[in-house]
C-alpha cells in the first residue's frame, strides 16, 4: 500500500485502520499467539501465559523503606511507638534501612495494623438494627447475644461463651509489639533471605538441632510476653490455660512429654514466620506484577496496539466470582424461615416441645447449662411473621434464584467443619491422590504415631497436612488472577489475605470484626474498579485516536503515545488494587453460636439473631460489587459445610463403656481421650514431642456432640492396622491375663450404649478407592440390628443380616422435615426402593444401585446420600476404627445445646446455591447436589476450563451447565 493510499485513513475512520490492522499478515503472526481478542477468557489466559509467568519472586526487589506507612506513620516512626523492650527498639532501628530486614517486616506489619485495625468497634448490625425497628420491637428481641441499650439483659441465662468473649485477642499496640519482638528475635526468619527467590513453600520447623536452638531462644520471650499479659486476665478458662503453659516452663517441666511452653513457642515461630513470608510473597507478587504488566502493555502498545485494545476490551468484560462458604448454614432452615409454609419450622418446634421423651432410661446423662431460648420460632410455628427487615437478602435469593438454591444440599459423613470446609472451598475428595486427607476434627496417624486434635494449635498443622496431600486450592488454581481472601484458610497463593485463625481470635472480642475488615477491603477497591474501568475506556478511545493520526503528523502523534503510555503506567499500578477477580469469604459464626445458644434458638433466628445478622453482611457484599459496576459480571456461590441439631441430653460414651467394663473385667482398660468435649477449651499438642500412642487400648475423641470415634489398637495384623469387624469381636486388652481372655467390644459398645446410640459404624473388611465393606449396628424398638453397607466402584448395595429388609438408614421412610412430594416423585421413589432394597442381589453386582441411584433415593429421607457416604468413610485409612453417631436430641461429650457431625436431617443438611445476573431463565432445578460443588462451578465459570471429578485434584463436579449462563 502505497503513501497516497495510507492519506485516506483519517477519513475512512478507526473502523478502515482496525480491519487493515486484522488483515496484516504480521499481526496474524501475533494473533495466532494469543487467545482470541475480545474473547470472556482473553485477558485472564494473557495474565496466566505472557504476564504472570514471567514472574519469579525475586528477593532482590528494594524500596524505600520510608514508603511503607503503618497507620499514618512512617515505619521507623511506627516502631517508636510501640511499647517494646529499649534494646529490642534499638536494634530493630537499627536494622531497618537493610531492605532483607526492613520490607519483610514492613509489609508484615502493614498485613496486620492496616488491614486489622483502624475501624470502629460498634456493632454494625446492632446499630442497623435501631434504624429498621423501634424500642419496643428491639426489647422484645432481646435474647442472651442481644440487648437493647447500654445494660446487660437482668436475671436471664446465660451463656458460658460469653463469659470468654472479652477475652479474645486484641489487635492493639501490646499485641502488635509482641509480634515485632518475636519477628526481631527471628531476625534470621528462612534461609529464603539468602535465596534469589522467595520460596513456594514455608518449611516447618523439624527437630533438627539448629530448630530445636532457635526455639530455646525463642521460649523465653514468649513467655515473658504472656507473663505481662496474665496479669490483666480476668479470671478463667483462657487465664488458667495461659497459667498452666506458663508453669511448664519451669525448668522441671521442660523435658517432659507434650511441654506446653514448647509447644505453644513452636506455633507462634511457625505462625509468625509462616505469615512473614507469606505476606512478602504477596508484596513481591504485586511489585513483579505491577511491572510485568506495564512492560507487557507497553511492548503491546509499540508492536500491535489492536492487540492491547482487545486485552483492555476483554479485561472490561471479564467474570468475576464469589464463594461464600458459611458455618452451619442449612438450607431448609433458611428456606422455613423464608417461607413459613414449609414444614421445617413446625417439626423443629414440635421436636423442642418433645425434647424429654429422647432422655434414655438406663444411661447416665445430663442436661446441657445453657436452657434453650425458642420464644421465636414458636412465634413462627403458630401463625405467619411478616417482616421486611427480616432476612431480606435470602428472601429475595429464594424468589429470584429458586431454581439455582438445591432442595437437599448434602453434607459429608461425618457433618464436620474441619472435614467439610476444605472440600467445599478447594472441590477436593477427602481421601485419594490431590485428596485432603482429613476424615474428622480429629485421627490418629498410625504410621506417624501422631494423634491430631484441631481445636487448639493443631489448627495451624491443617495447612501443612493440606499441602502435603497435593491439595490445589482455588487461590492455587488462580494465582494468576487477582485473589482476595475474607477470613479462610487455605490461602497461601492468595494475594490478600485476612486470616482466618486471627478472624475467630478477634471476633470473639468484637462483633463483626472480619466482617468489617473485608467490606472495607471491598468498598476501597470498588472506587479504584471505577477508576480503572473509565481508565481502561479512556486509553482505548487514546489508542483509537493516536492510530487515525496521519503518520507524517510526527509531533502530534508523539504527544499522543507519551499520553498513552503515562496513562498504561497508571493502569498498570492501580490494576492489582481493583475488585478481585475471585473472592474467598467465610463466616464462622451461625456454627459458633448454634452451639451455646442451640440452633434454632432466638439468638440464631430472631431478627436480632446470626442468621438475620449474616443476611445484613451479604447485603453489604453485594453492594460492593454494585458499587464497582461488575455486579452483572459475578456469579455468587455459597455453600454450608453442615447444618445442627439440638442436644436436651448428653452422656459421656468412653465412661458409659469402658468404666463399667472395667469394673466386670477386673483390671483398668487403657484409654486416652484426645478431644475437648464441645463447650470446653482448647488442646495443646507439641509438634515436635507429641506423646506415643502405643501402650493404649484405645483412643476416643469426640467431634460437636455428634460424632465420637474409637481408636482400638493391638490387632492380630499389627499396631498401625486399623481392626475391622472380626478383629473387634475378639478383641484382647493390654491387661488381659490370658492370650485367650478376648472379648467382643462391639457388642459391649452396642448393649452400653443402646438407647442412644443411632448406630455405630465399623469396617467390615479393609476399604480402599476400589470398594468397601461397611457394618452398622443400631437398636431399635430393644432389638440388635446389623446391616452392611458395600460398594464395589460405582455400585452399591445395602443389606440386613438380622432382618428382612434394613432399616436403620431409614432408606423407605420420607422426611418429615420436607413438603410431601408430589404423587409422581412418591412413585419415583417407591420404584427406586423396590430397584435398590428389594431387588438387589448380593450375588449380582449387576443387580445394585449405582451412586446416582441411592443419591436419587435417598434425597427422599432423613439421610441425604447416607448410603454412599458411609460406604466411603473409610477410604481415608486413618478415619477412626468404630464411628458412634447419637440418636436425635442426645449429644456425646458435650456441654451445649447445639451439635453436628451426627446423623439427624437437620446437621446433615447443608446449603448449596447459586445466584447472580449471569444465571439465565432455563437453568435447571438443582434436587440434590454435594457441597463440594461450589469450588469447581464457580472456577468453570470463571476460567472456561472443563473441570472433571478425577482428573487435575477435582473430586466433585461442576453444576455450571446447569444454570443456563448468560455472556456478559
Not at 515473658?224 to 496479669?231: E, L, Q, T
Not at 487455605?490 to 494475594?495: F, V
Amino acid at each position: 500500500m502505497d503513501i497516497c493510499a495510507k492519506s485516506y485513513w483519517p477519513r475512512l475512520g478507526k473502523w478502515a485502520l482496525v480491519s487493515w490492522s486484522l488483515l496484516s499478515p504480521a499481526v496474524w503472526a501475533d494473533i495466532g499467539d494469543t487467545p482470541v481478542i475480545g474473547g470472556v477468557f482473553n485477558a485472564s489466559e494473557i495474565m496466566r501465559d505472557q504476564i504472570v509467568s514471567s514472574l519469579h519472586y525475586s528477593t532482590k526487589l528494594t524500596r524505600d523503606i520510608a514508603l511503607f506507612t503503618i497507620g499514618g506513620l512512617s515505619l521507623d516512626a511506627y516502631i517508636l511507638t510501640l511499647p517494646l523492650d529499649k534494646k529490642v527498639k534499638v536494634r530493630v532501628i537499627a536494622q531497618l534501612s537493610d531492605p532483607s530486614y526492613g520490607i519483610p517486616l514492613g509489609y508484615f506489619l502493614y498485613s496486620f495494623y492496616d488491614r486489622y485495625t483502624g475501624l470502629s468497634s460498634e456493632d454494625e448490625f446492632k446499630q442497623h438494627l435501631a434504624k429498621v425497628y423501634g424500642e419496643k420491637q428491639l426489647k422484645g428481641f432481646e435474647h442472651s447475644l442481644y440487648h437493647f441499650g447500654a445494660e446487660p439483659i437482668k436475671d436471664k441465662a446465660s451463656v458460658k461463651h460469653q463469659s470468654n468473649q472479652s477475652q479474645g485477642l486484641k489487635a492493639d499496640r501490646q499485641f502488635i509489639a509482641s509480634m515485632v519482638t518475636i519477628y526481631d528475635a527471628l531476625v534470621d526468619i528462612g534461609m529464603w533471605q539468602d535465596m534469589d527467590a522467595v520460596p513456594a513453600k514455608y518449611t516447618y520447623l523439624t527437630q533438627s538441632s539448629a530448630d530445636l536452638h532457635l526455639v530455646d531462644k525463642i521460649q523465653p520471650i514468649i513467655i515473658g510476653i504472656m507473663s505481662k499479659a496474665v496479669a490483666d486476665m480476668d479470671e478463667g478458662e483462657m487465664q488458667s490455660s495461659v497459667l498452666a503453659i506458663i508453669e511448664d516452663d519451669k525448668p522441671e517441666n521442660r523435658g517432659k512429654v507434650n511441654n506446653k511452653a514448647q509447644a505453644l513457642t513452636i506455633t507462634l515461630i511457625d505462625f509468625v514466620r509462616l505469615n512473614v513470608l507469606k505476606a512478602y510473597r504477596q508484596f513481591v507478587f504485586k511489585e513483579e506484577r505491577e511491572q510485568a504488566l506495564n512492560a507487557w502493555m507497553q511492548a503491546s502498545f509499540d508492536d500491535n496496539s489492536e492487540v492491547l485494545v482487545g486485552f483492555l476490551t476483554s479485561q472490561q468484560q471479564r467474570r468475576y466470582s464469589v464463594q461464600v462458604t458459611v458455618d452451619g448454614l442449612q438450607q431448609s432452615l433458611v428456606e422455613g424461615l423464608v417461607d413459613q409454609s414449609k414444614p421445617f419450622i413446625h417439626r423443629a418446634y414440635g421436636m423442642h416441645l418433645q425434647g424429654a421423651d429422647v432422655k434414655p432410661k438406663g444411661e447416665e446423662t445430663k442436661q446441657p447449662e445453657h436452657k434453650q431460648q425458642v420464644k421465636f420460632m414458636a412465634e413462627l410455628a403458630e401463625g405467619e411473621y411478616r417482616d421486611q427487615n427480616y432476612l431480606p437478602f435470602f428472601k429475595r435469593l429464594y424468589r429470584d434464584h429458586p431454581r439455582s438454591i438445591t432442595q437437599v444440599g448434602i453434607s459429608s459423613t461425618p457433618t464436620i467443619s474441619v472435614r467439610n470446609l476444605p472440600i467445599i472451598k478447594t472441590g477436593a475428595k477427602v481421601s485419594g491422590e490431590g485428596g485432603t486427607g482429613i476424615p474428622n476434627f480429629h485421627f490418629v496417624d498410625r504410621q506417624l504415631d501422631r494423634a491430631y486434635y484441631f481445636f487448639g494449635n493443631d489448627a495451624l498443622q491443617l495447612d501443612r497436612l493440606m499441602d502435603s496431600h497435593g491439595v490445589r486450592t482455588m487461590f492455587d488454581r488462580l494465582a494468576y488472577l487477582i485473589t482476595l481472601n475474607c477470613n479462610g484458610q487455605y490461602d497461601w497463593n492468595a494475594h490478600t489475605s485476612y486470616d482466618g485463625l486471627v478472624n475467630l481470635g478477634f471476633g470473639e472480642a468484637q462483633r463483626d470484626y472480619g466482617e468489617k475488615r473485608c467490606i472495607r477491603e471491598l468498598q476501597e477497591r470498588a472506587k479504584i474498579e471505577v477508576k480503572l474501568r473509565l481508565l481502561r475506556s479512556e486509553i482505548i478511545e487514546d489508542i483509537r485516536g493516536y492510530q487515525g493520526i496521519f503518520f507524517l503528523d510526527v509531533f502530534t502523534k508523539l504527544t499522543k503515545k507519551w499520553k498513552i503510555e503515562k496513562a498504561i503506567s497508571k493502569l498498570a499500578k492501580l490494576d492489582g488494587q481493583g475488585m478481585p477477580d475471585h473472592t474467598l469469604i467465610y463466616n464462622p459464626w451461625p456454627d459458633h453460636f448454634a452451639h451455646f445458644t442451640g440452633p434454632f434458638s432466638d439468638e440464631i433466628i430472631m431478627p436480632t439473631g446470626e442468621l438475620n445478622r449474616l443476611d445484613f453482611w451479604l447485603g453489604q457484599t453485594e453492594q460492593a460489587y454494585k458499587d464497582a459496576g461488575i455486579y452483572d459480571q459475578t456469579l455468587w456461590g455459597m455453600a454450608g459445610d453442615h447444618g445442627l441439631t439440638p442436644v436436651f441430653y448428653a452422656l459421656n460414651p468412653e465412661r458409659q463403656v469402658f468404666d463399667s467394663l472395667s469394673h466386670e473385667l477386673g483390671y483398668p482398660l487403657l484409654v486416652k481421650k484426645i478431644s475437648s468435649d464441645e463447650g470446653e477449651g482448647p488442646k495443646i499438642t507439641n509438634a515436635l514431642n507429641y506423646a506415643s500412642n502405643r501402650g493404649l487400648d484405645v483412643v476416643v475423641a469426640s467431634t460437636a456432640g455428634g460424632n465420637m470415634m474409637m481408636d482400638f489398637f493391638n490387632a492380630k495384623s499389627g499396631w498401625q492396622a486399623q481392626p475391622v469387624y472380626k478383629d473387634l469381636i475378639h478383641w484382647l486388652p493390654i491387661n488381659a491375663a490370658k492370650v485367650t481372655d478376648t472379648l467382643d467390644i462391639v457388642t459391649k459398645t452396642a448393649n452400653s450404649l443402646s438407647e442412644s446410640l443411632d448406630y455405630m459404624v465399623l469396617r467390615e473388611r479393609q476399604c480402599n478407592s476400589a470398594g468397601c465393606q461397611v457394618r452398622l449396628i443400631g437398636h431399635r424398638d430393644g432389638e440388635r440390628l446389623d446391616e452392611l453397607v458395600e460398594r464395589r466402584g460405582d455400585k452399591l448395595l445395602y443389606s440386613s443380616l438380622t432382618a428382612k429388609l434394613p432399616r436403620l438408614l431409614d432408606t423407605q421412610e420420607l422426611n418429615p422435615y420436607r413438603q410431601t412430594p408430589s404423587e409422581a416423585e412418591i412413585e419415583h421413589f417407591s420404584e427406586l426402593k423396590s430397584l435398590c432394597i428389594t431387588q438387589a442381589n448380593a450375588d449380582d453386582v449387576n443387580s445394585w444401585c449405582t451412586v446416582e441411584q441411592w443419591r436419587d433415593l435417598t434425597r427422599f429421607t432423613l439421610r441425604p446420600d447416607s448410603v454412599n457416604q458411609l460406604a466411603r468413610l473409610y477410604d481415608e485409612a486413618r478415619a477412626g476404627t468404630i464411628n458412634l453417631f447419637p440418636k436425635a436430641g442426645i449429644g456425646y461429650n458435650t456441654k451445649v445445646p447445639g451439635r453436628h457431625a451426627g446423623e439427624d436431617f437437620p446437621e446433615k443438611d447443608a446449603f448449596i446455591g447459586f445466584w447472580g445476573t449471569p444465571i439465565g431463565p432455563d437453568t435447571s432445578i438443582l434436587k440434590v447436589e454435594e457441597n463440594g460443588s461450589l469450588a469447581p462451578t464457580l472456577y468453570e465459570y470463571l476460567t472456561g476450563e472443563q473441570v472433571i471429578p478425577g482428573e487435575n485434584g477435582w473430586g466433585y463436579p461442576s453444576l455450571l451447565n446447569k444454570l443456563d449462563i448468560q455472556q456478559p
